[in-house]
């Protein structure tokens, strides 16, 4: 019952902080100054984004209700606040006010901060650990994006 009160809180956060995020990138991937901006040619199409990132939240809220579970100390909370900040923020930052190499400053850290969540609690979390291969997919290919604009814009 623990597990699943603690999935049920990390489902609304997490999905609360995708809600910010959109809210606080307006139109960002619909505006002029992001359509006309040279694009990796790997980068997916924009209903990709919504579909890879109900996944990683689901799988990113399983992961932290057990290593929630798991570890009873304060470092996982405030990787997890940290990581939150991040996410949100990188959407303000990209698509509202297009600093586009501090969004890549930020998503470089967040995607740090995924892999150290798998290889700091691997051995705690084992297989489980592999909810976050999602995520952490994700933010390579999503890091990737980032830099290539900042490099070819």
Known sequence: MKIFKA?????????????IGSWLMGNGP???WYINLNQAPWTPPGWVF????????????????????TKKTNLPILLFVIQFILNVSWNYVFFNQHMVLVGLIIISLLTVLIFFFFFNYK???KKRSYLLLPYMIWMLIATSLNAYILINN
């Open 30 to 32: 619909l505006t002029d």
């Open 7 to 19: 999935l049920v809180l990390f489902l609304i956060i997490n999905f609360s902080g995708l809600a």
């Open 123 to 125: 051995k705690d979390l």
């Open 50 to 69: 919504g579909v890879a990132w109900t996944l990683i939240m689901i799988c990113f809220s399983v992961y932290l209700a057990y290593l929630f579970n």
